[in-house]
């Protein structure tokens, strides 16, 4: 009995350690990254207030594309190499660091509520969880595994590099939890076994993580359809340049109407949102107002030796971007420059890879 009350107070201490490790990041945030809370005073052009949205958005989005930016460099380092070569700590580091300079951005735009600020330290903890796990996983048994292995990888794995491709892709347009990963289950049960080592393995640590994917994607399905219900899929924009016709065949735009001489057009949001807005600035066309606000946040990535020259507006962090070389620029400027900006750098790597809506 000893020796049990003695392995359960450690495993206690264990987990209370672990908890304080992951509220660590949050407390900070609380603590020292928030700014003075100015409140916005632009009067909006789009008159329906059900398609105006808080100005501090467009910076506090970011922390959720931060883990689909991780996904892409997870799925361009299975290109080549295996999971354990991946930088699961300097991701973690990323979502943390640049959460804490976009809070201090947001204060000057009105700053975020609380359910936001809770959103992002849920995710945040969630997020640091998994990769945790991951890496303590991937770099340890993982690694010899695959040592064992070779250099010629096992059809496991090329299911595991195929999903990691489909699912970053999938996460830019469509919450996680709706991602099928049953499917991508049955595709490694049935990937035939060329190595029993690491074909085994493979089937055991990725079919448990996927599977534990599915049982909580469920629970956070069912806890999104009993509280905020599904996230609005459309947006509404104001732009000058270009004349409802030209606009309209542009496919994804919804034209509204006129407004003060300008047209009111409606889009889905999310990476097509950041598609409609290029062509638009390439037809001609400069946006003038997003969802009631005049301020906007860009992500733009640069390669080491390739700096992106006369960059409007003011970079408010710097992202090393796991997986691949070069960082990612996050950028604010004003939403009537945002055109410019889609006509001088080009929607590529490195170049422009997301306009942030709120």
Partial sequence: ???????????????????????SPVAYI????????????????????????????????????????????????????????FDYFSSVKGFWTSACALTKIADAHGGADSATRMTIHTIGVSFTLEMLLKAAYE???????????GEKKTPQDQVAAGMAVDYAAFLRQTPWYKYPFASQIRKLDEAPETDPVRGRERRFALGTEWWAKTLYAGLIANAVAGTTGPAQLEIR???SGLGPSELAGIPGVKV??????????????????????????????????????????????????????????????????????????LVALKVNELASLLRIIPLADPGVEHVFDY
């Fill in 237 to 239: 924009s104001v732009v």
């Fill in 1 to 23: 009995m000893r020796v049990v009350w003695k392995l359960l107070k450690w495993s206690l201490a264990a987990i209370l350690l672990l908890i304080l490790l992951l509220l």
């Fill in 30 to 85: 609380e603590a020292f990254c928030h700014g003075e809370r100015t409140e916005e005073r632009y009067t909006p052009l789009i008159k329906d207030a059900a398609f105006h949205r808080d100005e501090a958005n467009t910076f506090l989005t970011y922390p959720e594309w931060h883990i689909v930016y991780a996904y892409d460099g997870l799925a361009q380092t299975l290109k080549t190499g295996d999971e354990y070569a």
């Fill in 139 to 149: 770099e340890t048994i993982g690694r010899l595994t695959a040592t064992l292995r």
């Fill in 256 to 329: 509204i109407g006129e407004n003060g001489g300008d047209v009111e057009i409606e889009t889905p949001r999310y990476d097509l949102f950041t598609k409609i807005l290029v062509e638009i600035a390439q037809k001609g066309g400069t946006i003038r107002e997003i969802a009631g606000n005049d301020d906007i946040m860009v992500s733009v990535t640069e390669k080491p030796d390739l700096a992106i020259p006369g960059l409007p507006g003011t970079v408010i962090a710097r992202v090393h971007r796991e997986g691949f070389d070069g960082n990612r620029l």
